[in-house]
């Protein structure tokens, strides 16, 4: 079998890397119209960062695992297509601000068909709205000549950024959804084979493709949805003396609940739970159904609230003013363990503390400064805004410091050191809940935490 995967993203990449690993007899190709991100992927620095990922891509490159700008044979040559494009947030016309945009989605379709000559497997590993295989189909069908035949499957991908591999390799479950004809069922049990080279059987869902789209939208509202849920009531716990840590403990031991998804934070970020969120919405509202848009819309909307909370809660403790105070901002990542800084609640809170005249010192393990630069709309030689190469840096001469990724290195800094190089009163704010806020006050800073 030979596939192609179309988007050499932090799906496509990661995704297909397992792939690879786990099925040596099938040879996995990767384009994207990106040039410099597959010579990225070529490179010995790769365009993403995960954990494990280096080396597994390294092991299997130029055996199974390939990655190419030459779309156009690799689709040609390719029995199974996977199209792993972004689908962000529409910006334009109709739904902007809400819908997604399948205009990469949609290129992608009419790339296949215009240069497909044999049969093909078409998956959409994209997240898209439901229905979207329609419009695939119709479109593969449609602009088809040479005869060419396809299939689209839905089979959409749940890793989580940071723990991509791990995810990979023992997922909670595969998803694919497929027509139910004769031909439709040969071209899921021909997907399902390929999982279980590695992935147990009973872990390998099949359902019907509206099932299967529906279902990735639905993981990622209900999962965003816990956030917000423990984040509102992060507001209580500081309105009344209740700590959210101990408050989502308690309830996590509800075996109905769950302990998972209940940390309280400066709110998520990623590129995902939002963007989904809104399709989400935009999607009930086609629907005719405003009452379920509503319900959805109010947890991206308790997240903004979280994110601007927390600048308030860090003016309101600096007597109202951070007008030209140095000020740390440790962790830029939407989480830890990655390089992405999409949707990233770090870029809301710069920001806003931006507006506020504040003069940051931001440090990150793996962003890189050109990157910090461009999100908050700086040049480098901004004296608004400075990167640092470590965390001391970034803190000395600081009023204040604000923890907003949960890198495991911030756990095991030197709070003494820090609270030493900064003026007094010395602020702490951890947006994380990664630190224990009594020992840093024993050490004499201000600390507080997210509901604490
Ligand atoms: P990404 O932006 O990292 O990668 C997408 C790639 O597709 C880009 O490199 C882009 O150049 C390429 N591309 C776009 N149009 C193309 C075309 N016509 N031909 C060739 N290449 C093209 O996006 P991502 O984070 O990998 O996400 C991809 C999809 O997977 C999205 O729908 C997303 O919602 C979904 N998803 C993402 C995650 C995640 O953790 N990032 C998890 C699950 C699902
Ligand atoms: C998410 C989904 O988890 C994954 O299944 C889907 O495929 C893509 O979207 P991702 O966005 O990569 O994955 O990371 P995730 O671990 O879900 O974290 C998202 C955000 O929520 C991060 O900013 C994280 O810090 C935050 N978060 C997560 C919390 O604030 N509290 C939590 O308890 C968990």
Not at 422 to 430: G, S, T
Request: proline share 3%; glycine share 6%.
């Amino acid at each position: 079998m030979k596939i192609c995967c179309i988007g050499a993203g932090y799906v496509g990449g990661p995704t297909m890397a397992m792939i690879a690993s786990k099925c040596p007899e099938v040879t996995v190709t990767v384009v994207d119209i990106n040039a410099e991100r597959i010579a990225g992927w070529n490179s010995g620095t790769l365009p993403i960062f995960e954990p494990g990922l280096e080396e597994m891509v390294a092991l299997q490159r130029g055996k199974n695992l390939f990655f190419s700008t030459d779309v156009n044979d690799t689709i040609r040559d390719s029995d199974v297509i996977f199209i792993s494009v972004n689908t962000p947030t529409k910006t334009y016309g109709v739904g902007a601000g809400r819908a997604a945009d399948l205009r990469f989605v949609e290129s992608c379709a009419r790339q296949i068909a215009e240069v497909s000559d044999s049969d093909k497997i078409v998956v959409e590993k994209s997240t898209i709205p439901v229905r979207t295989a329609q419009s695939i189909k119709r479109i593969l069908d449609a602009s088809s000549h040479n005869g060419a035949k396809f299939q689209v499957l839905s089979n959409p991908e749940f890793l989580a950024e940071g723990t991509a591999m791990e995810d990979l390799e023992a997922p909670d479950r595969v998803l694919i959804g497929g027509e139910t004809t004769e031909e439709g069922l040969a071209a899921v049990g021909k997907l399902v084979d390929l999982y279980a080279h590695w992935v147990p059987r009973e872990r390998i869902l099949t359902t019907n493709l509206w099932s299967s789209e529906l279902s990735k939208l639905t993981a990622n509202a209900f999962l965003a949805q816990r956030i917000s849920s423990i984040n509102s009531i992060s507001a209580l716990c500081e309105a009344t003396g209740a700590d959210v840590d101990e408050v989502a403990h308690a309830i996590g031991q509800d075996s109905r609940i769950g302990p998972k998804f209940l940390k309280s934070s400066v709110g998520f970020g990623g590129s995902c739970f939002q963007k989904d969120i809104l399709n989400l919405v935009y999607l009930c509202e086609h629907f005719g159904l405003p009452e379920v848009a509503n319900y959805w819309q109010q947890v991206v909307e308790m997240n903004d609230y979280q994110k601007r909370r927390f600048t308030q809660r860090m003016l309101d403790a600096m007597f109202n003013t951070v007008s030209h105070k140095r000020i740390a901002i440790l962790g830029y990542a939407f989480k830890k363990d990655t390089n992405d800084t999409r949707e990233s609640a770090a870029i809301y809170v710069c920001r806003d503390l931006l507006e506020e005249q504040a003069h940051l010192a931001i440090y990150d393990l793996k962003v890189p400064a050109s990157e910090i630069y461009e999100t908050l709309g700086v040049f480098e030689d901004d004296d608004r805004v400075e990167v640092c190469d470590n965390a001391y840096s970034a803190a000395d001469g600081a009023h204040a410091v604000a923890i907003l990724t949960e890198w495991d290195a911030f756990k095991n800094l030197d709070y003494t050191r820090i609270y030493n190089s900064m003026p007094k009163p010395a602020f702490l704010f951890d947006g994380r809940n990664l630190l224990d806020i009594p020992a840093l006050q024993e050490i004499g800073f201000e600390a507080s935490g997210i509901g604490k």
